[in-house]
C-alpha cells in the first residue's frame, strides 16, 4: 500500500505540495509524539502538524471532545451561529488570555485557516483606522492569500512597508544582541516619522514574536517592548500573530507574555483547533467598528474544532504545558548548544520553549560560514531514516525545526536528540 499511494499521489498531485515531497511517509495511524506508517516503521514526529498539535496526535481529551460532540446529536456545521460549544470554547480561550487583554477583547471566528485570519485582522484595522498601509518584518511569514478580497471587489491593495526585524546570528550589521535591536527599533522610528520616509500611513504593525517560517527567530523582549511603545505613541495598531507561537509551544501560555506587552489584536489558529481547522482573532473592543457581513466566511464555525480546541487549551493550562514547554525546551537548547561545540557545522541554535531551530552552514567555505540548505536536506533525510520527523525553515531553508508536542517526556526528549545527533554525523560525512 505504501508504494502504491506514494506513486498515485506523485502523478495526480500538484507539484505544490510541498510536506510530501521531503518526508515520503504514509501515515496510518499515530498517537502522541509517533506516527505508524503504511509500511509499519514508527517515527518521531517533530513537525507536529507545523507545530499544531499541542498535545501529541490523537491525545485522549481531544479525542473524547469530539466524539462527545458526534454523540450528542448537534449539527456540525452551522455557519457562525451560536452554540454550547462555541461558547465553551469561546470561555476557555478567554481564560487563557493576559487578563489585561482579555478584559477588553472581542473574539471573532474566521477560520478555517491562520491565513484568513490574518486577512480578518488587516481587514479590521484599515476599517477602524481608515489607512491602508501596513508595517511588517523582513524574513516574516503570515500566510499565503492575495487578491480573493481585491476580486470580490473589495478593499485596495495594502501597501507594506518592510522593517527590519532584528536578530543576532548572521545579522547584516554585524551587531546583534540588545544593541543591534535597539538599532533595529531607532531604525524603524526614524523611518515612521520622516515625513520623505514614503511610508503609507499604517493600519497597522503586524510581528512574530517567534519568527516560525523565517527560521525559528526570538524577538528580543526589549525589541518588542519599543515595538509597543513607537506604535502606540503613533496610535498605530499592534498584531501579535501567535499562529504558530501560541498555546503554550514558547514556553509561556501565549508567546507576548514573555516581554509584557499587551497587543491590539493577536491572530490565533494551529493549536487552537487541537488538530482540527480553526482560527480567531481576538482585538481590544475600540478596533470593533466595523458592520456584520464586512466579513464573512463558510467555516467559521468548525464545531468539532471548537470542541477539541477547549478541551486543548484547557489542558495545557490545567497541567502547565506551557511551564513544561519552558522546562523541557531550554534542556533541549542545552543539549544541542553541546552538539554543537563538537560539530562546526550547526552554526547557531536558538530557540524559545519547544520550538527550536538549529542553522546549518558549510563550515570549510570562508567566513562566515554560509548556511548549507544542502546539508540540512540531507540531515533532514537521514533523520527520517532514524524514525525522526522535522521540518526545515528559514530564509535559505537551512534551519532544522523542532516542534514536539507539549506532551514530550524526558524520555522522548532524550530518543529525539540521540536521532538528531546520529542523522548529524551521517549527514556530514
Ligand atoms: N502566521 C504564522 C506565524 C504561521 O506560522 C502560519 C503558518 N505556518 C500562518 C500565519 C498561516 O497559517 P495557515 O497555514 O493555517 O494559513
Redesign the pocket.
Known sequence: AHEGILRRQALRESAARTYARSLPIVPVRARGLTIEGADGRRYLDCLSG???LALGHNHPVVLDAIRKVLDSGAPLHVLDLATPVKDAFTTELFATLPPRFARHARVQFCG???????EAALTLVRTATGRSGLLSFTG??????AGALAASGGAPDVRVTRLPYPYDYRCPFGIGGERGAELAARWTENLLDDPKGGVPAPAAMIL?PV???GGVIPAPDAWLRRMREITTARSIPLIA?????GVGRTGTFWAVEHSGITPDVM?L??AIGGSL?L?VIVYHEDLDCWQPGAHAGTFRGNQLAMAAGAATLAYVRENRLAERAALLGARMLGQLQGLAANHPCIGDVRGRGLMIGVELVSPEADAPAPPDPVLARAVQQECLRRGLIVELGGRQSAVVRLLPPLTLTDEQAAAVLDRFADALAAAER
Open positions: 507545523a507545530g499544531t478555517p485557516a491562520g491565513t484568513d485570519a490574518v516574516a511569514y503570515h500566510g499565503m492569500t512574530e519568527q516560525g517560517e500573530d501567535e499562529v504558530q507561537t491572530v489558529s494551529k481547522p482560527a
